[in-house]
């Protein structure tokens, strides 16, 4: 995750000035805007795969290239002067035990069968 310094204040439009010139620059890169997800840009170069999600002012990266999100962050840093933010977030997974957290693909089981109850119908299920 990554802090943009540079100031966007006494712009009339600084939130739609700023998603614009990101999307210019992203463009530029060779990254593709998502139709469905405009604040998510995609790149796939041979095995590696990118994604860059943007909120207002805060990207996040992921990707399975290690060089090519250094890369990456060297660019959006010379650029626009950013900070990376990611030892912060991980500070918070330390924090709360979650250092060693692996992601999964599905969390919940998958033959899990799902039924619709009438309004007047109580489950008998245990969310234990």
Same mark, same amino acid.
């Given at each position: ?10 712009? &009339? ?10 999307? &210019? ?7 593709? &805007? ?16 990118? #994604? ?18 250094? +890369? ?14 990611? +030892?912060?977030? &991980? ?33 008998? #299920?245990?969310?234990?």
């Amino acid at each position: 995750m990554y802090e943009v310094v540079k100031v966007l204040y006494g712009l &009339r439009q600084p939130g739609s000035e700023w998603n614009a010139e990101l999307n &210019r620059w992203f463009l530029n890169q060779g990254y593709l &805007r998502s139709l469905t997800e405009p604040c998510l840009y995609y790149n796939f170069e041979g095995q590696t795969i990118t #994604l860059v999600l943007i909120y207002v002012d805060d990207i996040m990266v992921a990707t399975n290239s290690e060089d090519h999100k250094c +890369k990456l962050f060297e660019k959006l840093d010379e650029v626009y002067g950013i900070k990376d933010q990611g +030892k912060y977030a &991980r500070e918070i997974l330390d924090t709360f035990g979650y250092e060693n957290a692996h992601a999964v693909g599905n969390p919940m089981e998958t033959n899990v069968r799902m039924v619709s109850l009438d309004a007047n119908e109580e489950s008998d #299920l245990s969310f234990e």
